[in-house]
Each structure stands twice: as structure tokens, then as C-alpha cells.
């Protein structure tokens, strides 16, 4: 039975541009495919296409995708093709470029090597951070484990590359230490399997010649957040035939902080003459509303391959835009619609809430928790609330009704800098732990000198004072009596930040504050 005929049989439908790009086997394809617009089905259909139609052998044939759960439904959907069996799906490679990368190096060394996920990267950088004397939260972790990344990505001279939020001496330290604990480890890391997997199909002709035996026909699922050094090897692997199909929509890239390259997918077609080019333009999933209003906004971005998507479903309800005062006028309108159509028989689990960032989830969680509107957040509590600044001052908060919290006393003992060092701070914990101390004595019994004592003391009518405001005084009294805000803002002097970029951390904290009494 022809093909496209059993793809109906089984219900699955598809457009005559879906159709071309199922159906091409040889060269380099491009498909263009907006949101929406099937791109999955199209790559498993071309996937069984191959082997059912042109004879390819599935162990021929590679399919890589973003992350590890769109393989698996890759690999689901591919299953529901007509005619694959269970020999089909067991030889036909699906999996993340890093998957596949790794699957690559351990054959060549007839081993496993150790690997640090992002999970352990991230444990590694924030304990560096923390030795460092940097924050070691959750955002900052990521951004400078990300900066790691993006300069190697990059190919610069670690002298040349701009850090954020570092000094070029500081991220060379980090970068060193990390390093280091790699080696001490043991492991590589996902930067590590790039370069290693490149640098095996540079120096290695027989290896080389072998996975280009073994693969033959590539296939690449959201193309548009693969990096250059990620492609690089798909592009030795697959010459000199160059059976490889690429999907995906540079208007959806958003991973330029990891080191993506929309541009490798906006250069494909000149640096492969004679590349077919199918677009995909027709959305299967929103609504036309949804669908001409988001087309218009994307049309101003210049730097873009031109298309206009169209939508095959009913005009829907259209969005509108407002305009709040600020962040919490913005939140009580969230608040409200929610209430209003609850009452009218929808349920809250019907709703979903976005935003851009984390730290923007402050006002959204004070206004639904102080109306009991029951909510959860998907990134678990990594939200404003968890953002160092707001760790610290809850830190001070926590000390001063609870002058024993060893936790919050190790936090911000040193924030602003009270010259308290490693060794007396762990007698004091001790004598706390202890539990015949108070925070004074648990210090004066630490073998300090006078002028570390002094400091102490002041800390310790400091918390005395907060103990007795209201959580909005208590708030400012930490920013500008303690002087808090002013080790922030020497902090962002020295390492090159704009303190604005925090400012606004300090005065969501203080506002969020203004709404409790106690």
C-alpha cells in the first residue's frame, strides 16, 4: 500500500507541504516549521518514509532532538507510523545531541566515561561560588554555570571573553576551579563530550569513516537552539552526501544564553547549494486570533526568515493587552478575572499564569495566597522569595526572633562585612549547637579579638531593634541602618553589575512587606 495512503488509513492526516517534506530522501532539507504546524508528526512520518518507502536501513538513520522527553515522543510517535515494527524502532538512533555524543565517545574508548549532568554542574558551580564568597543561589548559580558554557561555546580567549557579573580575573578563577573539580571528579561535562566527540573526528580518519558508514541520513528537531560547535560535527559526519534535514523555527529561539545559533538555520540554505526548502505555515493548535496577533508582533524582529502563519481553526476569543500601574496592579487584575470566572463556573485549573522571569512571580504569589486562591508553581519554589537578596534579608529576619538559626547566622554574618572569619564563626556555631549560649556569649567565648567582638555586639542590638518593627520598618531598618543595601551595592561595584539591575529585588521585598503586621 502506497505510503500516504496507510497515513490516512491510520488517521493521520497532512497538507501538501507536509507531504513534500516527508517524502524528500536525498540532499539537505530545510523545513521552516512554525508553532504548531506539525513538525513532530513530519519528522517521524519522514523517519518511517525512509525506511518504508526508500529501503533506507533504520540503523542508517539518526534522529537528534533537543531534550530527552521530545525524544521519547519522537520515538512515540514514530512507533504509530505504518508498518514500523518492533526491529524498526530498536535499530532507528533517536536521541539529544548530548546522548548521541555520548554514545559516540564511549564506543571509541570501549568505556563510560563519568558524566556531570547539569544537576551535578550546578551543585559544583554553586559550591565554588560559595568559596568564592559569591551568592550561590539558584539564579546566579545557573547564569554563571551558563557563562562557563557560552565561553567555550564561543571559541574566544578566556581573556577576551566579557563575563557578567564577574570580574575577567574572577571568571578565570571560577573557570580554573571548575576545572579542577572535573578532574577531581573525574567526569566531563556536556561541554567536555562537544569537544571531545570533535576533536576524535579531527584526529582520527578511521573514526571518522566508521560513523559516517554508520550514519547516513540525519535528522534534527528544533534546529533553531543548536549551537555552531553542536552542528559542527553533523556537518563532518554527514559530507560528502549530506542527507540531512533540519527543522525548525528561528522565530522560537530563545537559548542564545546557552550558546544557540538561530544563524546556523538562517545560513543553512547558502551554505548548502541546492537545498530543498519546504515552510510550514499552516497551525494546527491556536486559535486565528491567537495566531495573527502573535504574527504581527514577530514580523518586527528583521533578522528573520520571512513567513506568515496562518491558523485552521475558528477566530477563538481575542487577546487583549493592558496596561497596570505595576507589578501588584497587575496581579489584583490576574486576581480578579480568575475570581470573576470561577464564579461563573469555571474552575482554577483552568488557568495558567506566565512569566518572563522568576523574580516577577512575587506579586502573583502575595496577591493569589492572600485570597486563597489555591495555585502551584511548576518551577517549585525557585521564585522571587529565593532570590539571595530576599534569602539574606529573611536571613535577618529569622535572627532576630530566633537568635540561635546557625543556618541564618552563617548567611549574612559577613553581609555587610563584619571581619568575622571561617574558624571563630564555627567555634560560635558550636557554642550555639551547644545550646548554653546565647548569640553574644556564644561570640565573646570564640577566642575573638575586641574590634570582632565590637561588631558582634552592634549585630546583636541590631536584631534587638528589628525584633520590635513591623516587617516593612524592619525591612528598611536592614537595607539602610544595618547598611545591607550599601554591601550590595559595593558588591555590584566590584564585580561590574548595575546595582539597578537588584534594585528592584530590594524595593518587591519592602513592598511585599508593607502587607503583613507581624
Same mark, same amino acid.
Given at each position: 500500500?502506497?505510503?500516504f495512503?496507510?497515513l490516512?488509513?491510520?488517521?493521520l492526516l497532512?497538507s ?7 517524502c524528500?530522501?536525498?540532499?539537505p532539507?530545510l ?7 506539525g ?9 518511517a ?5 526508500a529501503h ?27 508498518g ?9 538512533g ?11 565517545i564511549?564506543?571509541y ?7 556531570l ?15 568564592m564568597g ?6 546566579f ?20 571573553f566579557?563575563p557578567?557579573?564577574?570580574s575577567s580575573?574572577?571568571f578565570?578563577? /571560577? ?11 573525574k567526569s ?7 569537544a571531545?566527540c ?5 584526529t ?10 554508520k ?5 534534527i ?10 552542528f559542527?560535527i553533523?556537518k563532518k /559526519?554527514?559530507f560528502?552526501d549530506s542527507?540531512?534535514c533540519?527543522?525548525?523555527?528561528d522565530?522560537?529561539s530563545?537559548y542564545?544564553f ?16 541546492g537545498c530543498?526548502?519546504v515552510?510550514?505555515d ?6 486565528a486570533?491567537i495566531?495573527e ?5 514577530i ?6 526568515k ?5 491558523s ?13 500601574g ?7 487584575f ?9 464564579k461563573?463556573?469555571?474552575s ?15 506579586p502573583?504569589?502575595?496577591e493569589?495566597a ?17 532570590h539571595?537578596?530576599?534569602?539574606d ?17 552563617f548567611?549574612i554574618v559577613?553581609?555587610?562585612?563584619r571581619?568575622?572569619?571561617?574558624s ?12 548554653n549560649?546565647?548569640?553574644l ?17 552592634? /549585630?546583636v542590638?541590631?536584631?534587638n ?5 513591623s516587617?516593612?520598618q524592619?525591612?528598611i531598618?536592614?537595607?539602610?541602618e544595618?547598611?545591607y543595601?550599601?554591601y550590595?551595592m ?14 528592584f ?10 502587607k503583613?503586621t507581624?
Open positions: 500500500m502506497d505510503f495512503r496507510a490516512q488509513k491510520k488517521g497532512f501538501e507541504e507536509q507531504k513534500k517534506a516527508i524528500h530522501v536525498n540532499g532539507l523545513v521552516d516549521a512554525g508553532p504548531g504546524s513538525k513532530t508528526f513530519v519528522i517521524a512520518a519522514r523517519t518514509y525512509l525506511i518504508k518507502a533506507i536501513d533504520p540503523s542508517n538513520i539518526l534522529v537528534i532532538t533537543f531534550t530527552r522527553a521530545a525524544a521519547n515522543e519522537m520515538r512515540s510517535r514514530f512507533t504509530d507510523m505504518p514500523i515494527t518492533a526491529e524498526h524502532i530498536k535499530r532507528t533517536f536521541g539529544t545531541f548530548h546522548a548521541v555524543y555520548y554514545r559516540m564511549n564506543s574508548y570501549g568505556r563510560h566515561l563519568n558524566v549532568d547539569g544537576s551535578k554542574s550546578y551543585a559544583v558551580i554553586k559550591s565554588i561560588l560559595r568559596s559569591k551568592p550561590s543561589d539558584d539564579d548559580a545557573g547564569s554563571s554555570l551558563n557563562q562557563v558554557s557560552l565561553a567555550r561555546a564561543s571559541g574566544e580567549d578566556f581573556a577576551n566579557k557578567e557579573h564577574f580575573a574572577e578565570s578563577e /571560577l573557570y580554573r576551579r571548575y576545572q579542577c573539580e572535573k578532574r577531581r571528579m566531563i561535562d556536556f561541554d567536555d563530550m562537544i571531545i570533535n576533536r576524535i573526528i579531527d582520527d580518519e578511521g573514526a571518522l569513516s566508521l560513523y559516517r558508514r550514519y547516513r541520513y540525519f535528522l528537531d528544533e534546529f533553531q537552539d543548536a549551537s555552531k560547535a553542536q559542527e553533523i /559526519l554527514s560528502p542527507n540531512i533540519v527543522v525548525g523555527d522565530d522560537q530563545i542564545g546557552r550558546g544557540a545559533s538561530p544563524g546556523c538555520m538562517l545560513e543553512f540554505e547558502n551554505r548548502y547549494a530543498t526548502t515552510i510550514l499552516k497551525n494546527y493548535r491556536s486559535t486570533n495566531v496577533a502573535s504574527d504581527r508582533v514580523a518586527f524582529n528583521t533578522c528573520r520571512e513567513k506568515h502563519l496562518n485552521v481553526r475558528e477566530k477563538g476569543v481575542k487577546p487583549f493587552l493592558i496596561t497596570p505595576d507589578e501588584d496592579d497587575e496581579a489584583a490576574i486576581a480578579d478575572t480568575i475570581q470573576a470566572m470561577v461563573e463556573g469555571a482554577y485549573s483552568d488557568f495558567a499564569v506566565l512569566y518572563r522571569v522568576r523574580v516577577q512571580s512575587r502573583l504569589i502575595d493569589l492572600g485570597r486563597n486562591i489555591p495555585f502551584n508553581l511548576r518551577e517549585g519554589m525557585n521564585n522571587f522569595y529565593t539571595w537578596i530576599c534569602s534579608i529573611t536571613c535577618y529576619l529569622k535572627l532576630s526572633v530566633k537568635a540561635g538559626d546557625a543556618k541564618s547566622l548567611r559577613n553581609r555587610p562585612n571581619h568575622i572569619d571561617g571563630i564563626l564555627n567555634r560560635a556555631l558550636a557554642n550555639i549547637k551547644a545550646g549560649h546565647d548569640l556569649s556564644s561570640f565573646a567565648d570564640s577566642a575573638i579579638r575586641d574590634y570582632q567582638l565590637k561588631s558582634i555586639r552592634r /549585630l542590638g541590631q536584631l531593634a528589628v525584633k520590635k518593627m516587617p516593612q524592619a525591612v531598618f536592614i537595607r539602610e544595618i547598611g543595601q550599601g550590595v559595593e558588591y555590584c561595584a566590584d564585580s561590574g553589575i548595575d546595582f539597578s539591575e537588584l534594585q529585588i530590594f524595593d518587591g521585598y519592602q513592598m511585599s512587606s508593607s503583613f507581624s
